[in-house]
Structure formats: structure tokens, C-alpha cells
């Protein structure tokens, strides 16, 4: 998240005017309101009708009746695409969607939409570029779901109205996200790769990869690749989706952002940076995981507190020999800030400028009350090891990120060397596999309670993938642009 959206201002139903103000960060936040974004405008409703292809492969405006995308085609998409009014969008295996550059085209399922993607491993489902040759980041916009479920961004209490970053809300409320729906269902995404999205609509209002808006743990997320995105490659604004096997390849800002009380799971997922692919605006930042609570690094209400198991994040210096090599504004393995309560278990963050930074007196107060946690992880290869951000006056001054991580029973390791950890860190001959004796091959464990989830596969191994498992082979693409 390069910098986060403003709170929503329906306009066609509300007339307050709402003034933004910038942290020392850039990052624009929304003041307080007393309008009431409490209820839903939409209440989530499923069609009947008939599955029918579209009448052209250009696919624009609205859909707003059950459309199906046949294998072996191809379709392009144009302008914003909404999926409303309780339709369902079914792709099919095989499908290949190209995004429009000119029109910013960007597929946006509502809140009273659904997306029914299930590609298989030789036959996925492909967003990419229109472009036949010299295709590239943010050639288009992206994918956008919008649910039903938490947030804490509408500043006037929980369960509240936000608008998705990247634009795209318009005077019916199309942007809109939130709502009480814990177990709220977007629908499905199964084996689909998305590759050269992330456009700047805007300045400081760009569209990710995968963007989710309070998606609901009734949806399905699993096997997504996110390439060459120009922004970060999935963000989640709030929601409580879960989702297993997501790769973000050779993006631009974050491969994984959580913020405005976010609460799923994530595991078995990589994040692989190229040395000269960097978020360069003025004040970018380019990180593994960024987290915030909110834009202000409020109290608010959910917190954010996502539950991240089995990562392997590499960075910029996992392929290359010399400092001089990497873009300036790669920063962090992880950047876990502003009120964040998010976690991370049985992983590997490799090859960063810095490995894993706690920033603020209220992510550091989470750490030492163990809201946020981070057990049997490796922290290797990284240039300076790990750091924090006190106040010499707050409750915490003395805290210390790398003694908090090598605490007596943690089971993590924080370590010079990134040798022997993984098969192979190359862009396009990738194997992220175990190396041979690595100690990731063992030392998980799900004891904790944030683990003890049905959802999390229990593994003997730390990190995305053990020595035999090949989930991340055959629908997915490691490829120079």
C-alpha cells in the first residue's frame, strides 16, 4: 500500500465534505466523520438466471446477470468491469482475459457480486496484458473483490462503509466494501494467474494485483500468482478471508499488505522480488509484508491481526552478488507498523535490506503482550538483521527486535547466512524448495493457539513448500518481461 485511500464519500447519498491529511509518511488519513456508513447500501442476493456467454469477447460496463467465459477463448477487458446485482461471473479452465491498457481496465466484483474462477494446474486461468510484445507492469488495473465483511477504516465504528483504493467507486456505490458478514462468500479463485496489473489511477491511488475489500471467509482463495504487478501484489483492506498457495512474482511496492483490520490466514506463499523492479515514487517503500492496523495507526476496532504461516519471502539480495545491484527503495522483509497485531509462523524472510522492523510504540506493546508473534521463523541473508521504532519516552524504550526474536523458546533463527536454505533463488529457474540439510526442512511447529485453526495444513517444515511438494509448478509462470 503506497498510500491508502480516503474514507468513503457516497456522493450521490451523502453531502458532507471530508478534508485529507497526510501523515509524516505520505500516507493520506481519513479524518473522523459522523456520517453513517453503519448499514449496507447493498444486501447480498445470488441469481437464478442461467449461465450465458457474453455477446462479444470485449467485455465492458456492467455485468449484471450470470455470465460464463468459455475454455479456449479469449477476452478483453475495458474500462472499469463491474459484477453486480447478484450475478455471478464463471470463468472457466483455460481462459485467458487481457486487460485493456487504454481504458485502465480493472474487473471489480461488488459486493453484490461473485466470481466463480476455477482454473486447474494445466489449465489456468490468465489476466494479463493486451500488449503482444513489451508488456509491463501496470498495463492495466487488476482484480478487485469488494464483501461483506469487517473493517475498522470507516472511522465512526466497526462493520462500517470504506472505499476501495484505486478509483474505481463511482455514484451507485460500485467501490464500496464492509458491511458484518464475517463468513460473507465473494465467491471462488482457483488456479489463476494475474500478470502486468497495478495501475496508478491516480497519484497515491493506485489498483494492486489482487485487491480485497472486507472479503469475507466464505470465499475461496487459493493458487494465485500475482506478476510484475505496479503496485503491491495483494492487499487486503480489511475482511476475514483466508487464503492458502499465493505467489507474488517480480512485483512493484509490497507482496503482501494488511491493513484496516484485516484478520484471515495465509499460508504456503511466496513473495520473490527482481533487484531492479522497486516502488520509485517519492517516499516508496518496497517490502515482503507491510502491516497497519490503519492509516493512522489508530485502536480502532478490528484490529488488524492476520495469521501468516509458512512464507518464504525473498528478497532483492537473494540474487544478487553486490549491494550496488538493488534498487534503492527495497527496504524490509517485513514492516510491521501502526497498531499492527499481525503474526508469522514457520517461515523464511531472506536477502533484504533489513530483515523485520517493528515501528511504533504500539506494534512494539503488541510484540511484548503477544498479540503479534513471530515463532520458529528463519531471518537469513538479510543486510542489517532487524530493527524497531520506540519512543525514548513511551512504554517500551529499551525493546529490542532481534532479542525479542531469538526470546528462549521462539524456535526462530536470525542468521548472516542464506546459504543452504533454498534450492534455488534465480527468477526464472526458481526452486523454492528445501535445499538439501536445510534447516527449514524441519523446526515448524502449530502449538499456538493462532494456529490451532482447521484451516492450517499441519507441516513438519518451515517456509512455503517441504522437498517434495510441486503445488507451485505447472499453472504457474517465472518468466523475464
Given amino acids: 500500500m503506497r498510500k491508502v485511500l480516503s474514507l468513503a464519500l457516497f456522493a450521490a447519498l451523502f453531502t458532507t465534505a471530508c478534508n485529507k491529511a497526510e501523515d509524516d509518511t505520505g500516507v493520506v488519513v481519513p479524518p473522523n466523520t459522523s456520517i453513517d456508513l453503519t448499514q449496507p447500501i447493498i444486501t447480498r442476493t445470488t441469481s437464478t438466471t442461467a449461465f450465458a456467454e457474453p455477446a462479444t469477447t470485449i467485455i465492458s460496463g456492467d455485468i449484471k446477470t450470470n455470465t460464463v467465459l468459455k475454455t479456449g477463448r479469449t477476452y478483453q477487458l475495458r474500462g472499469f468491469v463491474y459484477v453486480t446485482d447478484g450475478a455471478t461471473l464463471r470463468i472457466e ?29 494445466t489449465q489456468p486461468i490468465v489476466f494479463t496484458s493486451n500488449k503482444t510484445t513489451g508488456a509491463n507492469m501496470g498495463d492495466w488495473g487488476g482484480v478487485i473483490i469488494l464483501g461483506n465483511s469487517t473493517n475498522n477504516g470507516a472511522f465512526n465504528g466497526t462493520n462500517g462503509l470504506m472505499e476501495i483504493e484505486g478509483g474505481v467507486n463511482d455514484a451507485r456505490g460500485y467501490g464500496l466494501h464492509g458491511g458484518n458478514q464475517v463468513a460473507d462468500n465473494s465467491g471462488t479463485m482457483k488456479y489463476v494467474r494475474i500478470e502486468f496489473p497495478g495501475i496508478a489511477f491516480q497519484p497515491d491511488n493506485e489498483i494492486n494485483g489482487l485487491t480485497l475489500g472486507s472479503v469475507g471467509s466464505g470465499t475461496t482463495l487459493e493458487y494465485i500468482q500475482v506478476a510484475y504487478s505496479g503496485d503491491d501484489s495483494f492487499e487486503w483492506f480489511g475482511g476475514t478471508v483466508n487464503a492458502k498457495y499465493l505467489i507474488a512474482y517480480r512485483g512493484t511496492d509490497d507482496d503482501f499488505d494488511t491493513d484496516y483490520g484485516f484478520s484471515g490466514r495465509i499460508q504456503f506463499s ?6 531492479a523492479i522497486a516502488d520509485f515514487a517519492t517516499g516508496g517503500a518496497s ?7 490503519d492509516a493512522g495507526g489508530s485502536t480502532r476496532t478490528p484490529q488488524t491481526s492476520a495469521v501468516f504461516s509458512n512464507m518464504t519471502i525473498i528478497g532483492p539480495w537473494a540474487t544478487a552478488s553486490a549491494t550496488a545491484g538493488v534498487a534503492a527503495p527495497f527496504q524490509r522483509g517485513a514492516h510491521i507498523r501502526r497498531n499492527s497485531a499481525m503474526s508469522l509462523f514457520n517461515s523464511v524472510i531472506v536477502g533484504y535490506r533489513n530483515g523485520m522492523r517493528l515501528d511504533g510504540d504500539l506494534s512494539v506493546a503488541n510484540a511484548v503482550g503477544n498479540t503479534l508473534e513471530v515463532k520458529n521463523t528463519i531471518l537469513a541473508g538479510n543486510v542489517a538483521t532487524a530493527d524497531q521504532v520506540v519512543t525514548a519516552g513511551g512504554a517500551n524504550p529499551s525493546f529490542n527486535t532481534v532479542n525479542w526474536l531469538n526470546t528462549t523458546g521462539s524456535g526462530n533463527s536470525v542468521q548472516t547466512a542464506m546459504t543452504g536454505l533454498i534450492g534455488n533463488y534465480n527468477y526464472v529457474s526458481f526452486d523454492p524448495r528445501p535445499a538439501s540439510g536445510s534447516p527449514l526442512l524441519t523446526g515448524a511447529s502449530f502449538s499456538s493457539n493462532k494456529l490451532t485453526n482447521t484451516f492450517f495444513t499441519q507441516v513438519a517444515y518451515r517456509g512455503a513448500v517441504g522437498a517434495n511438494d510441486t ?5 504457474t509462470r517465472f518468466f523475464n518481461r
Fill in 93 to 121: 479452465p483455460g481462459v485467458t482475459i487481457t486487460g485493456d491498457n487504454t481504458t485502465r481496465s480493472t474487473l471489480i466484483i461488488t459486493r453484490n457480486g461473485k466470481i466463480d474462477a476455477q482454473g486447474t494446474a
Fill in 270 to 275: 511466496i513473495g520473490i522480488r527482481d533487484t
Fill in 471 to 475: 503445488w507451485w509448478q505447472g499453472w
Fill in 287 to 293: 517490502n515482503g509484508f507491510e502491516s497497519d492496523n
